[in-house]
């Protein structure tokens, strides 16, 4: 079983920065996917970004030019470096990673991690 930790969360002021921190941990064989969504109340989860297997990054058009996603491969980590951070931008962000975890499988397995809350407010 694939387990996704997340930590970083908290509260930041409006203009600061913050990272967020997601390590798989499990059997993985590969990866087709790591990355972040996030949701607030009364709304569905979005993707905020991510790296697929190709190299893509892809962003959410909120966060493009402030967020930085970074996977680690070798650690099976994720990192989500947000920077000029706006009150919108709270919400509770949610690991997500798309993996094998054997050889002879065929599609990919999708995991989420528990939620860390971000709050931007002064």
């Known amino acids: 079983q694939v387990q996704l930790v997340e930590s970083g969360g908290g509260l930041v002021r409006p203009g600061g920065s913050h990272n967020l921190s997601c390590a798989a941990s499990?059997?993985?064989?590969?990866?087709?996917?790591m990355g972040w969504y996030r949701r607030t109340p009364g709304n569905p989860r979005e993707l905020v970004a991510g790296v697929r297997s190709d190299g893509t990054t892809p962003y959410a058009d909120s966060v493009k030019g402030r967020f930085t996603v970074s996977i680690d491969n070798a650690e099976n980590t994720v990192d989500l470096q947000m920077n000029s951070l706006k009150s919108e931008d709270t919400a509770v962000y949610y690991c997500n990673a798309e993996v094998r975890t054997s050889d002879y499988a065929f599609g990919w397995d999708d995991y989420w991690g528990q939620g860390t809350q971000v709050t931007v407010s002064s």
């Open positions: 499990g059997v993985i064989t590969s990866i087709n996917f």
